[in-house]
């Protein structure tokens, strides 16, 4: 059972910083392709940024030079460091596990989610 923990949400400042972690078990965390997505109120889930075995990172635009992901396979934790935040960026904030199986499948694992508010 591979499980998905969220934390280090909260309310900061415009302008401010955060780092989300996200914790998994259940599983070898080298196998996933980890990702964070986000979710704001009354629209769909979006990808943030993506990290995958071989530690190559991408990020989508609208968090491209603010926001860094990164894993620690010896932890088994990936991490979204998010800076220079913005009210835009308020959302529930989910991790997200890929594998992908020999037959090409691919089986999705996702955490809880943690709540980020940028606010003033």
């Known amino acids: 059972q591979v499980q998905l923990v969220e934390s280090g949400g909260g309310l900061v400042q415009p302008g401010g910083s955060l780092t989300l972690s996200c914790a998994v078990s259940?599983?070898?965390?080298?196998?996933?392709?980890m990702s964070w997505y986000r979710q704001a109120p009354g629209k769909h889930r979006e990808q943030v940024a993506r990290?995958?075995?071989?530690?190559?990172?991408s990020y989508e635009e609208f968090v491209e030079g603010r926001f860094t992901i990164s894993r620690d396979n010896a932890k088994n934790t990936v991490s979204l460091q998010m800076n220079n935040l913005k009210p835009e960026d308020t959302a529930l904030y989910f991790c997200?596990?890929?594998?992908?199986?020999?037959?090409?499948?691919?089986?999705?694992?996702w955490g809880q989610g943690t709540q980020v508010t940028v606010s003033s």
């Open positions: 997200n596990a890929k594998r992908i199986t020999g037959l090409g499948q691919e089986i999705d694992y």
């Open positions: 259940g599983s070898a965390f080298s196998l996933f392709v």
């Open positions: 990290v995958t075995r071989g530690d190559l990172t």
